[in-house]
């Protein structure tokens, strides 16, 4: 059941009234227990089955439930068998499973002019680079690729050459975005346009901008916060999202088009606020409406009274999940003096949306004090130190969750492991012969045969 309202913030999805049935629910199940079966497959345990357990003796139970949906939702098996030229297997081969990228999208908004080396290249511009490269898979750019900006020429230069730069270095690209539908946030002078020329321009903008990226966007961001931005839809009418959306698939046929809006899980621990409603129901009408709308950004930008705890913002997210609808975090920052205070914090958000099916994605917004847009980011201060926050990314994203093991083969020829999903150089050694693979690990169980040259 898909809920608009619920009489009791409290409660948990599918006990919420005034519900309107929609398609496939997705959903948490926090009461699976080790060595169980998940949805029915006998053979997709709880992966601390096959020895791989976070020490949770001293977490809150919030935490230790999230850590049981991270190992069921973001984990797997993973057996290699080492066999000679002859398929026969080789026991005691020494096999190294190393991740080299997570599946999951770790990312950042970041400013076009510090990706690529000008005439203005400082040791800032250099250490920013690199610390893009080191921690982060997925970018999106802060405002180079908002149709206000757009519409410049340099504009259009750096935005293009940042995203070819982050492309270049195998880093994902969110769009961000094509349509903010207030003048405020439009081109000057729009707003004097008759109607249907106003229509034309903004679908030829959503097709030049598509098409000027192709092949180097996987998500756009169509709508920007059409709550609090309605300009344009309470001239051309609410009929119109489906339209932009309609649009944009024309030109990005295989690109996610989502709908990006904030306030959502930033509302204090409130589960059903007016704003959080009218997201909930515009993404009905969209779907109801044909509107090829394929996921939801929702935006996170804190300060100390407005923070969410996990248990509110399971609720929130298990609503929006109901849409069967990935979900991206798109701009999350902490506006908050105390560190330690950040640092909780992020550890605590960070779990919690990494725990949920629906999230396949984090992105914050800016990473260094020296670019950011209220000069307090989650990683780095001014002077490049790491902040406790930003150790608390590194030893989640690059620690906890990150895979890197090795074993030997036992009296079958079989390695076996457990780790996260995503990609994996996988070698196997014996005798100074060597056999190496790259793989796509995104699946419960996984095999993977490599075939030793003895002779």
Request: net charge negative; proline share 5%; charged share 20%.
């Amino acid at each position: 059941m898909f809920v608009i309202n619920g009489k009791d913030q409290q409660q948990s999805v599918a006990n919420y009234s005034d519900s309107v049935s929609i398609a496939i629910p997705v959903g948490r199940d926090d009461s699976i227990e080790t060595n169980q079966p998940v949805n029915g497959n006998s053979s997709a345990y709880e992966t601390r089955a096959f020895g791989y357990s976070p020490d949770t003796s001293g977490m809150p139970a919030w935490e230790r439930a999230a850590w049981r949906r991270i190992e069921r939702i973001r984990m797997g098996r993973l057996s290699i068998n080492v066999v000679d030229d002859l398929g026969t297997p080789i026991p005691n081969a020494s096999v190294h499973v190393s991740m080299k990228r997570q599946r999951f999208h770790f990312g950042t908004a970041v400013n076009a002019r510090f990706l690529f080396a000008d005439t203005l290249e400082s040791p800032d511009k250099v250490q920013y680079r690199n610390a893009v490269l080191k921690y982060f898979n997925t970018a999106t750019l802060e405002g180079a690729m908002k149709w206000k900006s757009w519409r410049h020429p340099q504009a259009r230069r750096r935005a293009t050459l940042a995203v070819h730069w982050l492309r270049a270095n195998n880093i994902d690209v969110r769009g961000h975005n094509l349509v903010w539908p207030s003048w405020k946030h439009s081109p000057v002078g729009i707003e004097t346009l008759p109607i249907d020329t106003l229509k034309s321009i903004i679908n030829r903008h959503i097709e030049q901008i598509v098409h000027h990226f192709d092949g180097d966007v996987y998500d756009w961001d169509v709508v920007n916060e059409p709550y609090t931005n309605h300009d344009l839809i309470d001239l051309l009418g609410p009929n119109i999202l489906a339209k932009w959306f309609k649009t944009a698939a024309i030109y990005a046929p295989d690109v996610r088009l989502s709908l990006n809006d904030n306030h959502i899980l930033a509302a204090g621990g409130r589960t059903h606020s007016a704003h959080q409603n009218a997201l909930l129901r515009t993404i009905i009408d969209l779907q109801s409406a044909g509107a090829p709308i394929s996921g939801i950004g929702i935006q996170s930008h804190f300060r100390p009274d407005t923070v969410c705890p996990p248990e509110s913002l399971l609720v929130i997210l298990d609503r929006y999940g109901q849409s069967g609808l990935p979900i991206t975090i798109t701009e999350y920052d902490y506006n908050v003096d105390d560190e330690t205070e950040a640092a909780r914090y992020m550890h605590q958000f960070l779990t919690t949306v990494f725990s949920h099916p629906s999230v396949d994605g984090f992105l914050m917004w800016g990473f260094w004090d020296g670019r950011h847009w209220r000069n307090n980011a989650p990683l780095f201060r001014r002077d490049w130190s790491l902040k406790p926050s930003g150790r608390e990314w590194v030893d989640l994203v690059f620690g906890k969750w990150w895979t890197d093991n090795s074993g030997m083969t036992d009296t079958e020829g079989t390695y076996t492991t457990t780790g996260f999903f995503g990609t994996y150089d996988v070698s196997a050694d014996l005798n100074g012969k060597t056999a190496k693979v790259e793989i796509e690990w995104n699946e419960s169980d996984r095999s993977v045969t490599l075939r030793l040259a003895t002779s």
